[in-house]
């Protein structure tokens, strides 16, 4: 038995990673410290290059939260079925009820290659583990069934396909992320939830059956606790209290090598002098449509074509893959896989006009769309030079009450909400005012990224205000912000009509006084007669929803103080990377931990489907949204409801109330004075009510895809299962059923609808861009417009693109004995060539742990694509690398620097050098390694994009 004393940060982590040899259970004192666990000891397995399994059980036990009962299942199977295994919990899940062992590993699928598995028995299994089935298979848990085909999505292992002849398995693939798949011998498809499913077709019900603790899986288990001062059977005690000769605190740091991990908690180790601090998480996130045969796209030089597939050619002896595009007259271009990133997919309405070959229609549109451009990117040159200019004293961001108030968030931060965190804590620490936008869906913890911000600012001395465009979303972010900051003596106020003129005379005092720290209201807070002690920090909520006179009056503002946008309208990543530089912007991609989907189903108007809805909601003491769309008849609607539901309570919203009435009604429904709302649909999609879960739209046929799509946003804000019902009449039109079916198909949150997106693009391009600009973005497609937009911004700020030719005399491809479906190689080829350094890098370690090993084609490919990002506007004009050399040649009028040059003679055999560039040795596992050495020591101008493209050419 071993006890640490002053185990503090992440030692305990550290150390189980580290001396990891067998499986063990580890017992923590609550549940946030078990997510800390689960994060930090992943990052040091990744560190330490330990092959470990690690699981969570959460300690939730409301039988709705689907989430933490498929997390718990799957640390369950991994105790019972793999070697390796770390599992960690909250002391209160031991004593969780759950099936029996022998039933759970009775309820376990083995599906083997080679074997036989009766094939309704395999769907009737499913059934009842909890997957549901599909038409098509969208998100974890859902399993489809097409003849002998069956697709299951098994949580934590991934989209599996299991060929079947007759009762015979065939084949098993396993999909990756990228969209490519590779063959397994065997897959194992545990029970998703606590018990055994029965299905009534609408609600998750569960069979009652004899049941045992959690803590009966793991009693032969060795267990570490952490902070658990009353456990006599462990093997290893942690207790983050008394004194240490191992672990320091973070005044400890100084002279100790600092190595900088995606952690949540720092740690300081005084014996092994390191200190592991936390940086950014880079996540592999691949936000890209696969093309498929006989998609529209569009080339940067030829204009508007269909894709029509990939062929492989051998010239000279090397391989190389083209894509086949076909334009006007049925001419074909057969395009070098080095050129995919001169392709963008086009998402077109009606009839689309493709380009000729040599015609000069392409090059005027792009002309004309460059033109009208040049005003914007004007604009952004003189914001961004005018931001430069201005300097503030820089604020101190760390500091141990500023570590406290950090550590009081409830929950675990991802890793987007992470990355957002600390770029905001970078700008205040810096000399000039912070101009960042945050952008996430709506639930995606933007406000706590705020919050981090407001708290800097107030420990600094300064005041924060923080716009709303409604009083609604203003009273919710003062209830929020009060109840985070108050505890930490931050004195929060609110601002807005609901005050009486008394209450309004009493704030502004206090606020001019400086006795209030931070003021929320809507543009009331804008008014001349609100003066401020010493204004540091403007919070602004959807800025692009207020009026033309509020947004100048937000200028004078924020002149002279750090200013934070709130933004739950989708920036794509193509967006925010071409403003970089620009526009500073944290884009949160990641849904909360536990977000579940929200259930949607569609019925005919029933009354037996309302009753059944509402009644399921009421009884575990939620809210429900009845969105009725006809002002004339809905007090009607809401008294056949009141008949329904005599116990509920039910009140009306709509456009002809007064907005002091409809606010009021919004703020009882937030309370929870109100059961059930019945509601136009004015209600907006930022408020955040955790307690209301179930939507019903009568007559959804009439509604919009992008209305639909926000409607349903309103629930499913928490990990409580939300559901949405569709009700329509008998018959609906043809247009109306496509709206429904896209509804159905996209429901992962954050996932936007993907046939509404380009429509939400604009909008949010509009949004960040402050124009309006969709005509031409219809035009030539989104990403070809944010293309050309990068290129305007260039050309203006005086740095004009340079793409160096790289000329590669060595297989660099993917063979098709690697991956053999021709479409999974283009879509890869597609998503390399669009990615940055960093992400071709997450792309090979994804493929090497998918597939065990990547072929040296492949990894010479990803090299030589490292290489044309680095060297784009570096002063290169041409790379011409073959067996064991290659041959630089420099740009006559802005060669590299001199830093740059020198780099790369000390660190690679000079063959020759001369004015005009240098000869090196340079083996093929070395081409990386010149690529990372040129982006890194390169003097990259402020303006130079992150993703790039680059002219290569072919020996044909």
């Excluded at 793999?82 to 599906?111: C, W, Y």
């Excluded at 190595?259 to 890209?288: A, G, M, N, W, Y």
Aim: net charge neutral.
């Amino acid at each position: 038995m071993k006890k640490f004393y002053g185990s503090t940060g992440s030692f305990p982590e550290y150390w189980t990673v580290k001396h990891f040899c067998e499986t063990v259970c580890v017992v923590t004192d609550s549940e946030k410290r078990a997510k800390l666990f689960y994060h930090d000891a992943q990052v040091y397995a990744r560190h330490l290059s330990k092959r470990i399994e690690l699981s969570i059980i959460p300690s939730e036990t409301d039988i709705l939260d689907t989430d933490s009962q498929i997390k718990r299942n799957y640390a369950l199977y991994s105790v019972l079925k793999k070697k390796n295994s770390v599992v960690v919990m909250d002391r209160k899940a031991l004593d969780i009820p759950v099936r029996k062992v022998e039933q759970f590993l009775n309820s376990t699928i083995t599906v083997e290659e080679g074997k036989e598995i009766n094939r309704e028995y395999l769907i009737d299994t499913l059934l009842k583990n909890g997957y549901i089935r599909e038409e098509i298979v969208e998100n974890t848990g859902e399993f489809s069934v097409k003849g002998g085909f069956i697709s299951v999505h098994i949580p934590f292992t991934g989209l599996v396909e299991i060929h079947l002849f007759g009762d015979f398995v065939e084949n098993i693939y396993i999909k990756s992320k990228l969209g490519t798949r590779k063959k397994i011998k065997t897959v194992d498809i545990f029970p998703l939830y606590d018990f055994p499913v029965k299905a009534d077709g609408i609600t998750l019900q569960f069979e009652k059956t004899e049941d045992t603790k959690v803590s009966e899986y793991l009693k032969d288990i060795n267990r570490y606790y952490i902070d658990v001062h009353t456990a006599k059977d462990g093997k290893v005690y942690f207790f983050s209290t008394g004194s240490s000769d191992v672990v320091g605190s973070i005044k400890d740091r100084e002279g100790l090598k600092e190595i900088k991990l995606p952690l949540r908690q720092p740690l300081v180790l005084k014996d092994e002098k390191l200190f592991f601090s936390p940086s950014k998480e880079e996540t592999l996130q691949i936000d890209f449509e696969p093309l498929e045969e006989g998609d529209y796209v569009v080339h940067e030089d030829y204009g508007i074509g269909i894709y029509r597939g990939i062929e492989t050619r051998n010239i000279k002896g090397k391989n190389y893959d083209f894509m086949i595009l076909e334009y006007a007259g049925g001419e074909k271009v057969y395009l070098s896989y080095l050129h995919f990133d001169k392709i963008f997919k086009y998402r077109a309405s009606g009839t689309v006009e493709l380009d000729t070959i040599g015609g000069t229609s392409w090059r005027n549109l792009k002309k004309r769309v460059k033109g009208s451009l040049k005003k914007i990117a004007k604009q952004l040159l003189k914001l961004y030079a005018e931001r430069k200019s201005t300097k503030r004293k820089p604020y101190i961001v760390d500091d141990e009450l500023i570590k406290k108030f950090e550590s009081s968030f409830p929950y675990v931060e991802t890793p987007d909400q992470m990355k957002a965190i600390i770029d905001v804590k970078n700008d205040m620490a810096s000399d000039t005012p912070m101009e960042r936008i945050i952008c996430g869906d709506v639930g995606f913890g933007k406000t706590e990224v705020a919050l981090r911000a407001v708290f800097i600012a107030v420990f600094n001395g300064k005041q924060v205000a923080v716009l709303t465009p409604t009083t609604v979303l203003s009273f919710q972010h003062y209830r929020n912000f009060k109840e985070r900051l108050e505890p930490f003596g931050v004195r929060v106020e609110n601002l807005s009509r609901l005050k009486t003129r008394r209450e309004i005379g009493e704030i502004l005092e206090k606020l001019r006084k400086g006795q209030i720290d931070v003021i929320i209201g809507t543009h009331r807070v804008l008014q001349d007669d609100v003066k401020f002690k010493d204004l540091g920090l403007l919070i602004i909520d959807e800025e692009h929803r207020f009026g033309v006179r509020a947004k100048e009056k937000i200028r004078t503002v924020k002149k002279d103080v750090d200013t934070l946008y709130l933004s739950a309208t989708p920036i794509p990543r193509t967006l925010s990377m071409a403003l970089s530089g620009f526009k500073e912007i944290s884009v949160i991609r990641t849904p909360p931990e536990g977000r579940l989907e929200t259930k949607t189903y569609v019925s005919t108007y029933s009354e037996d489907v309302i009753k059944k809805a509402v009644n399921f909601e009421l009884n575990r003491n939620g809210q429900v949204f009845y969105l009725f769309n006809r002002i004339d008849k809905i007090e009607e609607k809401a008294k056949q409801l009141k008949d329904m539901f005599p116990d509920a309570s039910i009140e009306v919203a709509h456009g002809k109330l007064k907005p002091k009435q409809i606010e009021k009604r919004i703020i009882d429904f937030i309370q929870k004075k109100i059961d059930i709302l019945v509601s136009t649909s004015i209600i907006e999609t930022g408020i955040d009510i955790p307690s209301a879960n179930t939507l019903i739209i009568e007559r959804a046929d009439l509604f919009g895809l992008a209305q639909l799509y926000h409607l349903r946003g309103r629930v499913g804000r928490g990990n409580i299962q939300a559901y949405c019902y569709l009700l329509l009449p008998e018959r609906i039109t043809d247009d109306a059923q496509k709206r429904i079916d896209a509804v159905l198909r996209f429901t992962r949150p954050g996932s936007g609808l993907k046939i509404s997106m380009e429509d939400m693009r604009i909008r949010g391009a509009g949004n960040i861009l402050g124009v309006e600009q969709s005509g031409y973005l219809k035009a030539v497609g989104y990403e070809m417009y944010i293309k050309l937009l990068q290129e305007t911004l260039h050309e203006e700020a005086g740095s004009e693109e340079k793409m160096p030719i790289i000329h590669v005399n060595l297989d660099s491809y993917i063979p098709d004995s690697f991956i053999k479906d021709p479409s999974e190689r283009m879509n890869l080829y597609m998503i390399v060539s669009k990615a940055d350094i960093s992400e071709i890098e997450q792309i090979r370690e994804y493929l090497n742990q998918f597939y065990s090993k990547i072929p040296e084609a492949v990894s010479v490919y990803l090299n030589v694509e490292k290489l044309k990002k680095a060297a784009k506007n570096r002063g290169f004009k041409k790379i011409e690398i073959s067996k064991d050399k290659a041959v630089i040649t420099f740009e006559q009028e802005n060669p590299p620097s001199p830093d740059v040059i020198d780099g790369i003679l000390r660190h690679f055999g000079v063959i020759d050098v001369s004015a005009t560039g240098i000869s090196i040795h340079l083996n093929r596992e070395d081409i990386g390694r010149l690529a990372e050495l040129i982006s890194g020591y390169s003097s990259i101008s402020t303006f130079a994009p992150s993703v790039s493209t680059s002219r290569t050419i072919n020996e044909d």
